[in-house]
Each structure stands twice: as C-alpha cells, then as structure tokens.
C-alpha cells in the first residue's frame, strides 16, 4: 500500500489575507476611491465593510486555527497606520497588536505584508511612486510599524507583487490609476525595488534575526506554437512579467527596462527567503496588432481545464498544477529558502478547489523530494473577500462568505485543507 506524501517538520499550513479585502471601511486610501467610480469594479461592487475584520478578524482566524493551519499572511493597512502624511496612529497600531497576540495564542504565526496595493490618499497626492522622496516615505511608515510589532512577528513581507501592481495600474489601466503608459509602468516597478531594499535594510536593522521578502507572482507564459514568432513574445512577456524582478534582486541593479544597470543600495541580497505566487500560465500568441498587449495575447485554450469565469466571461484561468513545479524550480535557482505566499482557484460551488489543492499540494512535494526548499504554503485566501475589480465576483476562499448577511461557511475544500494541515501529509493517492 502507498504511503502518505509527507511534508517536512515545521512545514507551515497557512492561508492569506489582504487588508483592504477583509478589514472593511478603509475609506483613507486610492482603492477606496477608485471604487466609487463608476464602472471600475465589476457589478460596481465596493469593499464596503468586506469581511468585517476591523471590528473583529478574531472570528476568522480562530476558525483558522480550529482549522489546523499554523500560520497566516496578512497584510496592514498603510492609509490606517499613517493617516496623514508623518502622524501615526497608535490606536491603528494597537488594533494590529491584538490581532497578531491573536494570532500567536492559538498556534498561528504571522507573516506580515506591509504593502498590498494599497497607500494612503495624502501619499497619492504628493505623487505616489513618481514622487523624488517615494522611498524615504515608505520607509518611514515601515520603521515605525515594524518597530511596533516586530516583538510579535518575525516574518515581513515589505511589497506584494511588484508586477502586477505595476501593470495593472500603470499598463493595462484596470486598477488606480487607471494609466496606459508602458514608461510609467517601469518607472513604478523600478521605485517599488528602491523601496523593498531600502524597507529591508531598515527591517534588519531594528532586529537582524527578523526575516524578510519579497512576494513575486511568478505567471508561466508558453507559446502557443514553439516554431513561430509565438516564441519571442512569450519571452518578451516572461522577460517583463517575471523576470524583471528576478533579475534585479539577483544582481542588484535595476535593468533595462527599468534602468540602464544602475546599482540599487541594499537590493542584492536583500532577502532572506523568496515569497511565490503562483496561480496559473497564460498561452501566449503573436499578435500583429490586434487586440493583444505589446504585440501579443494571452489565453487559455478551451480544451485545457479552466477555473470559474470572471466577469468577463473569461476563466481566471488554466489549473496547471506543473507550473507550479516549473516555477519551484525556477526561484530555486536563487538559494533562498521559499514561501509560497499565494496559491488558489476561484470556485464557489467548491467543485474545482479539493482536486486543484491536491495536486498542487503534490507539485510542492515532488519539488521537496527534488531538493527544493520549500518551508511552507498561505493558501489563498482564508475567506471570501474583495477581488480587486472582480469585486465579490471572485470565490477564493476556504470559508465561504455572504458578504450581505455576513454569514460564514467552511467549505469542503477548507475541510480537506485541515486534514492535510493536521497531518502534514496528501493522501497517498494524490500523487
């Protein structure tokens, strides 16, 4: 008879959250505002009070625990902490340390993200990224905050997904600002590294035995036919999407496109383990000037298992459990030990999420047993929250949320999550 796929001591079982999807009322920052516009957020939907974790994240996180998991990725508000430009409020800070004491009395360890895409709107107003003193300001609230809490978490998170925050808001247009320039995309990209380096440095400062990341989506891009001009774009689009912060952080410069090679203080060598997120792979096409993106479209072929489809009648996209193999191995190639900081479907009839979990789940055992060092996996998300401009369209979560009445659910698939978590193993069929 087979044996369990067992994972290794210590292994960590966690989920994620960010804080403008789950806390609710964070009327003081750029998504806040970009939501009250008409026709950004599918449905227009607004995050309103989402999962109501401002007033009482206790709730979730105790089911976390009752869950089995032993750890969970959270994100801080900026706009809370820092309301106005050089004044902090202590009483945000000692929300945060509640929730964390939380946390660490019922077996959960935090890893704290302290930018998720959002800031706060005086950050907006002087600039944002564009601005000369950008860095110094983001670093300031990081001094402050990790300062705060630093004697309840040991694990930061400084920048969640520096590429996707950059084209989404300054390439495609689908997120604040709501800009189509190619230039500002790479500028915002460039600044978001300055800030990651110069927010490390000044983590290992307040205390060097605190440890640090960065979280990468790492998105797997394929040609669609290997003897065509398919070739090239899809390495442009890896080149762009994945590779751009890979390379920076491995070589400490900023490099074409976001520089000409100029040495970034404190980047090389600024983390101490790899933060992954991976969801899925695009099939990518030469387009000569059609409706693609830089000369290219990225797809989902109809015969290749989809997830659920998103307001725009497209699937989030393809369940590829070897991609995340392919992109284990890939970051492994950096020496530092890995988190995978997001992973999951979008389903909310829960018919899709238990198979893609276990062999996902199995992908990230093969990449062990190959010798790679994974420490641990933040299944996305915890709960049913605000999906940016998918609105409430999107279902990720392990509890399953009506987010009108408040009422919660464990699904099926949070039930197998708790299994495997208390076990620290997959069935042995699920190889």
Known sequence: MSEPLRFPEG???????????????????????????????????????????????????????????????????????EPHDGEFDPAAIERYRRILSFMRERGIRPLVTLHHFTHPLWFDARGGWFHPDAVRRFDHYVAYTVGALSDLCDMWCTINEPTVYAMQGYLLGEWPPGARNPLQAFRVMATLLQAHAAAAATIHRIDPALRVGLAHHLRIMDPVNPRSADVGVAAAYDAIFNSI???ALASGRLLPPLGVGQLVSGLRGSCDFFGLNYYTRDHVAFDRGGEGVLFARRFTPENLPRSDATHTGLPYGEI??????????????????????????????????????????????????????????????????????EGWGLRFGLIALDHVSGERRVRRSGALYAAIARANALPADSR
């Open 245 to 247: 912060v890979l390379r």
């Open 11 to 81: 292994f960590l079982w966690g989920s994620a959250t960010a804080a403008h999807q789950v806390e609710g009322g964070n009327e003081n920052n750029q998504w806040w505002a970009w939501e009250q516009q008409p026709g950004r957020i599918w449905h227009d939907d607004r995050s309103g009070m989402a999962c109501d974790w401002w007033r009482n994240a206790e709730r979730d996180l105790a089911t976390a625990a009752d869950l089995g998991q032993n750890a969970h990725r959270l994100s801080l508000e900026w706009s809370r902490i």
């Open 320 to 389: 590829y459990p070897q991609g995340l193999y392919r992109s284990l191995k890939r970051v492994a190639r950096y020496g530092l030990p890995i988190l995978i900081t997001e992973i999951g479907v979008p389903d909310d009839d829960d018919d899709q999420r238990p198979a893609f979990m276990l062999s996902h789940l199995a992908a990230v055992h093969r990449a062990i047993r190959d010798g790679i060092d994974v420490r641990g996996v933040f299944w996305w998300s915890l709960i049913d929250n605000f999906e940016w401009s």
